[in-house]
């Protein structure tokens, strides 16, 4: 007898549905056994529903993520000899992270083509994590995307509207935490704030609250084949937008820009000048508002300002660079929109240090300034670091080459940088390429350490009187001929600066 497998209306599906037992006893799969896999599994787990979960690797690399589920009755098929279709056989929902995609070349080819057929079938459902947690999130929700800049806006964006003490914020996404272990405790008076991804994008079903971009510029072409391809994913935030939210849109970006038109929601623009009707701009060094709209479910009405629609000086934002007041632009027409007063907007903007791995000041030390920019991995991003500092900068750059365009970044870093210390696979070639633009100074380095060393040295030679010097790691390529990935990378580099703060303490100075 051929098992039929249990029916589930997913666009009925609430979180009050699933706290009442609406998935207990639901046979649910979840494709991956990483990060966003092991939040899937404890969720189903603790809803109460047969969660089976997918892996090609065995089990003895999964040790880590078997240990994450704490004991939780979670079946387990897992290895390269495990039929990825039998693991769905009778379930009623399928759900993965977003990077596993019938339509992704980087998908395991087996994977991609059990998905391809169970996708033309039609049942049981496919949903995503970031899709599952918009379907069931009682609070709304601000979703920020872009092709760099979206890490520093969702942080800043939720440090603004924690200014307002009555609205728990949650924040996640895109930025390593799964925002499905999270919906247990949010309520429709938070605040959840998602960075969403080209990866997350395309799988999405439901929109956000409010739409946030910071640019849409080029990268991650493996992935989606071409820039009109890239492009189109990237829109679909704004296509999906809630009509009673908003569009908060970077003016200044042409793409970005072209955005307002699309669905029912008003859009917010900003630019870091004069602002337009609406939006957000900046007049005689202060963030000002020309007349925001408050959303509904904030009152409506004008949002408040200061004197002069001010609402802070731009000099009072600590993190560098003229990128970092469009991004704080940003954040803080979120905040105007859901209401948060200008005084708390200011007090908390004028607070936040950054994130890690995004222009990360690590140390100064002898007159020269580390900072840690390691998720500058295309070369739009990397322009932007070396822009955001003055003085001798040397630069240490290199690694995996992401088979993007680089044409950009050569002429930049023969202006801004006063040398270069180069790493990794495409060192050589970043070398070659910064020399033909005009570079005087590139030297190589056999690993990470090394360059840091090397560069801490360059920087102290070229650093005049009075003049702070900088290094800075800003690859400009991915992580994964030397790291795991961006995070362990920039880690490393923290430990060499460290180590070089150790090798450089006298006996007397440690006493």
């Known amino acids: 007898m051929i098992e039929m497998p249990t029916t589930l209306d997913l666009d009925a599906l609430t979180m009050d549905a699933v706290r009442a037992g609406a998935l207990r006893g639901i046979p649910v799969t979840v494709l991956g056994f990483a990060r966003t896999g092991i939040a899937l599994a404890r969720f189903f787990a603790d809803a109460g529903a047969d969660a089976t979960v997918y892996d090609a690797r065995p089990a003895a690399d999964l040790a880590s993520a078997i240990d994450a589920l704490s004991g939780r009755r979670v079946q387990l098929r897992l290895g390269p000899d495990v039929d990825p279709a039998m693991a769905w056989a009778g379930a009623a929902l399928v759900t993965t992270s977003p990077s596993i995609n019938a339509d992704y070349p980087t998908t395991e080819p087996r994977l991609r083509a059990a998905l391809g057929a169970l996708r033309h079938l039609g049942t049981p459902p496919i949903a995503s994590e970031p899709d599952l947690v918009l379907r069931l999130c009682a609070a709304p929700t601000i979703g920020i995307t872009g092709t760099k800049g979206k890490t520093t806006t969702s942080a800043l964006t939720a440090a603004l509207l924690a200014a307002d003490p009555s609205h728990p914020v949650v924040l996640g996404g895109n930025m390593g935490d799964p925002l499905i272990d999270r919906l247990w405790e949010i309520t429709p008076g938070h605040r959840v704030v998602i960075e969403l991804s080209e990866l997350q994008l395309p799988t999405l079903s439901r929109g956000t609250t409010v739409a946030v971009y910071t640019n849409v510029t080029s990268d991650h072409l493996d992935r989606h084949g071409s820039l009109g391809a890239y492009r189109a994913v990237k829109r679909r935030l704004a296509e999906l937008v809630d009509p009673d939210g908003a569009l908060v849109l970077n003016v200044e970006d042409p793409v970005v820009a072209a955005y307002a038109g699309l669905g029912l929601a008003p859009a917010v623009l900003y630019r870091p000048e004069r602002p337009v009707p609406g939006g957000l701009g900046v007049v005689d060094g ?180 009075g003049q702070v010097a900088t290094v800075l790691l800003s690859p400009a390529a991915a992580s994964f001929d030397m790291f795991v990935d961006y995070a362990e990378r920039g880690r490393a580099f923290k430990r060499a600066v460290a180590g070089l703060r150790t090798s450089r303490t006298t006996p007397e100075e440690a006493r």
């Open 286 to 465: 202060w963030i000002v508002a020309a007349g925001v709209e408050r959303l509904p479910i904030a009152g409506g009405r004008v949002a408040a300002t200061g004197p002069g629609n001010r609402i802070m000086p731009v000099a009072e934002l600590a993190i560098p660079g003229r990128h970092n007041v469009s991004n704080a632009l940003a954040a803080v027409a979120v905040a105007l929109l859901f209401g948060v007063a200008p005084d708390a907007i200011r007090v908390a903007a004028g607070a936040f240090r950054g994130v890690e791995h995004r222009l990360e000041l690590v140390a100064d030390m002898d007159g020269v300034r580390f900072v840690n920019d390691s998720q500058g991995t295309q070369p739009d991003a990397v322009i932007v670091a070396l822009r955001a500092f003055e003085g001798p900068l040397v630069l240490i750059a290199g690694g995996r080459d992401k088979d993007i365009d680089l044409s950009a970044l050569p002429p930049v870093v023969a202006e801004r940088a006063a040398a270069a210390v180069l790493i990794g696979e495409s060192g050589p070639r970043l070398g070659a390429m910064f020399r033909d633009a005009g570079l005087a100074r590139t030297e190589a380095a056999a690993s990470l350490d090394a360059a840091v060393e090397r560069a801490a040295a360059i920087a102290r030679e070229l650093r005049g009187p």
